[in-house]
């Protein structure tokens, strides 16, 4: 059993920068795939970051250039810096973890996230 907790989340005016935190009960060395999810109200829940268990990242078209995910894996923490934050970035921030089990099974894992707010 992993537990995910996120923080970092505010307010923010246009233009802003936060940075957001992911802390891993366990070693993330152990999960396939680390991800930043984010729901707006009335929205669905999309994928925003990604970091692979190699150090591959893939981001949303909508943050590229502004958002950038990073583990530091001696601390068992991912982390999503955010530049130049726009209205349209707020909601609420998932941190996301999937792990790889035997037969190739996935399971996923889930904070219960931190809010963002991008307002002037």
């Known amino acids: 059993q992993v537990q995910l907790v996120e923080s970092g989340g505010g307010l923010v005016q246009p233009g802003g920068s936060l940075r957001l935190s992911c802390a891993a009960s366990?070693?993330?060395?152990?999960?396939?795939?680390m991800a930043w999810y984010r729901q707006a109200p009335g929205k669905q829940r999309e994928s925003v970051a990604e970091?692979?268990?190699?150090?591959?990242?893939n981001y949303a078209d909508s943050v590229k250039g502004r958002f950038t995910i990073s583990r530091d894996n001696a601390k068992n923490t991912v982390y999503l810096q955010m530049n130049s934050l726009k209205p349209e970035d707020t909601a609420v921030y998932y941190c996301?973890?999937?792990?790889?089990?035997?037969?190739?099974?996935?399971?996923?894992?889930w904070g219960q996230g931190t809010q963002v707010t991008v307002s002037s």
């Open positions: 996301n973890a999937v792990s790889l089990g035997i037969g190739g099974r996935r399971t996923n894992y």
């Open positions: 366990g070693s993330i060395l152990s999960m396939y795939v």
């Open positions: 970091v692979t268990s190699a150090g591959t990242t």
